[in-house]
């Protein structure tokens, strides 16, 4: 778990500075060390409270037919704008552009490297 933990962190560093570099709205002024930190919020904000809110909201994912999700990601993104002072996400749209930027960066980097394969190797 451990590993899959570590992995979901660095993937959202990836896909965090793509966000950054694509939209315009969000900023980490170029310190990486705020990128690093908002990408280990934003882990932690999806591993925790991610599954509460969805359970909440599963009425709306299911007549949405898993739209809703999309939502439900630009809001833990908009918590880790607010839980890491430096890191800006801008407006609704640009937090919405970049939730979907970042869905998608994890999920090309989970389909090439993987995770749960790389510690069934291990074990």
């Given at each position: 778990m451990l590993l899959r933990l570590l992995f979901a962190w660095l993937s959202n560093v990836v896909a965090l500075f793509v966000a950054a570099w694509i939209?315009?709205?969000?900023d980490y002024g170029d310190d990486f060390?705020?990128?690093f930190i908002a990408a280990l919020v934003f882990t932690v904000v999806n591993f925790f409270v991610r599954p509460l809110v969805i359970l909440l909201a599963?009425?709306?994912?299911?007549?949405?037919?898993?739209?809703a999700l999309i939502l439900i990601n630009t809001f833990m993104l908009y918590l880790t704008d607010w839980?890491?002072?430096s890191f800006e996400t801008g407006s609704f749209w640009s937090t919405l552009l970049a939730a979907i930027?970042?869905?998608i960066v994890n999920m090309i980097l989970s389909f090439f490297l993987r995770p749960e394969e790389m510690s069934r190797d291990r074990a």
């Open positions: 939209v315009s709205g969000v060390w705020i990128l599963l009425p709306a994912v299911i007549l949405t037919l898993g739209l839980i890491v002072p930027i970042i869905s």
